[in-house]
């Protein structure tokens, strides 16, 4: 059951060529951002294109809550901001519904203002570990109060006199990353976070756009990123690019589904996002960039992918996770049209995402027909080939949109139909995702 009523189920049944364009939506990490740095700006910033999931409007609600205005007039959201270190002490739990992203870097945002606030979540939510990002801002001096094992709801007591950090992160989390960097915003003097391993640099780039005074080196102990506190924002405009997370839905399907040909405009090639893509082309996919450019600081280009019958199982390189870290539920199901292994070393992380993605769809992909291996950070799936997975399964999704969104794929290409057991948190993420490949040519149902 979703905290949002009833379950959805869905299947998804054996479908023709799908063709046409995919208008995705809006990248979820840069709306995220859009709002939270607009916030924080004296003025008025202006976003278009902005993902209107479900997520995201919960980051708008909470600025509000902090005291910034927001509202959308036509396709545009006005946000005025209220500055750094200007934010207001809610009246109310903050529900950051189910998204990890927008709560860990919320609580980054205030933990440095004499404030406090309470968050909240879905039951999903509520069940995600806070303390890889509590444990770096409490060396700012913020206070942090929550359930057994650094759980949601938890009351964030802001700093009073915050002191600036040099943080190295244990695990690969742009998130984490971000939390530290939108603290040291409102504490004095230089605020450093060290990654032995490189991650999604929106914040960083975003950062910058605003006025922020960051810089990045490469070191022998990883990407050190310093960052000025204290700045003055300046409002900007923003067009945020297409989300690669959701393009990877439409490009995987066209991919395994016989005669596709489809088109993704628009879509963010951040590097530190854009692995799925690379591996596709490795594995053997049909898939072009075309009419490469650069958009807000962000590299971006249309994708054409076609089926492509002769996918070949490979090793992923164990450094390509981060890019890549959401993208791998559906690589396994393109993995399982693939001729022989695709082992995939590297990927703990998603052991506590909004499900444990390795579980969720090992039990799905061995339901569909399949033989998967696992370990505690790897997972192998092995290939069947085009044309010889079974499918007709009803799958667990976890109240994971991602876990939906893959198993409906499967249907689409799979001998038999394929069901899951609740679609409906697909709308966090990827709201038209129905309407949008139904007008390429899926047969998805609501059952």
Not at 377 to 388: E, F, R
Request: net charge negative.
């Amino acid at each position: 059951m979703s905290a949002h009523g009833d379950p959805i189920p869905m299947t998804a049944h054996r479908s023709g060529p799908l063709t046409g364009e995919a208008h995705v939506p809006g990248d979820k990490s840069i709306s995220h951002r859009s709002l939270i740095l607009g916030a924080m700006t004296v003025g008025e910033t202006k976003v278009t294109g902005l993902l209107e999931g479900q997520d995201v409007l919960d980051t708008a609600k909470a600025m509000q809550a902090f005291g910034a205005q927001i509202e959308k007039r036509d396709d545009t959201w006005h946000v005025h901001g209220v500055g750094v270190g200007g934010f207001l002490e809610p009246e109310n739990v903050i529900d950051c519904g189910n998204s990890g992203t927008g709560v860990r870097l919320i609580m980054g945002a205030m933990a440095t203002s004499a404030i406090t606030a309470t968050f909240t979540g879905d039951a999903s939510l509520n069940k995600r570990p806070m303390a890889r990002v509590t444990d770096p801002l409490a060396l700012f001096g913020a206070k942090a109060y929550g359930r057994t094992g650094g759980r949601l709801p938890m009351t964030i007591v802001g700093a009073r006199d915050p002191m600036p950090v040099r943080y190295t992160t244990p695990v690969p989390s742009a998130q984490v990353k971000s939390a530290v960097l939108l603290a040291g915003l409102n504490a004095p003097g230089e605020t450093v976070v060290i990654e032995r391993e490189a991650t999604r640099d929106h914040s960083e780039r975003m950062l910058a756009g605003f006025g922020a005074n960051i810089r990045t080196e490469d070191s022998p102990e990883g990407r050190v990123i310093t960052l000025q506190g204290r700045p003055e924002f300046k409002p900007q405009t923003i067009v945020v690019p297409r989300d690669p997370s959701s393009a990877a839905f439409p490009v995987c399907a066209a991919l395994i589904t016989e005669g596709s040909d489809v088109l993704v405009p628009n879509i963010g090639l951040n590097p530190t996002r854009a692995g799925l893509f690379f591996t596709l082309q490795d594995m053997g996919a049909d898939l072009v960039f075309e009419n490469m450019r650069e958009e807000g600081g962000e590299p971006v280009a249309d994708l054409r992918a076609r089926f492509s019958p002769d996918l070949k199982g490979i090793e992923v390189p164990a450094e390509r996770a981060a890019s890549m870290i959401d993208e791998y539920p559906i690589l396994s199901v393109v993995a399982a049209f693939g001729e022989g292994k695709t082992h995939m070393p590297g990927v703990k992380e998603l052991r506590v995402k909004e499900s444990d993605r390795i579980d969720a769809m090992a039990r799905g992909l061995r339901g569909a027909g399949l033989l998967v291996d696992e370990g505690e950070d790897w997972w192998t799936v092995h290939g069947l080939g085009h044309g010889n997975v079974p499918g007709g399964f009803t799958a667990q999704t976890f109240l994971d949109h991602r876990i939906a969104m893959s198993f409906l794929i499967l249907g689409m290409a799979s001998t038999k139909p394929m069901s899951v057991d609740d679609g409906q948190p697909i709308a966090t993420s990827f709201p038209i995702f129905e309407s949008l490949m139904g007008a390429l040519g899926a047969r998805i149902e609501r059952t």
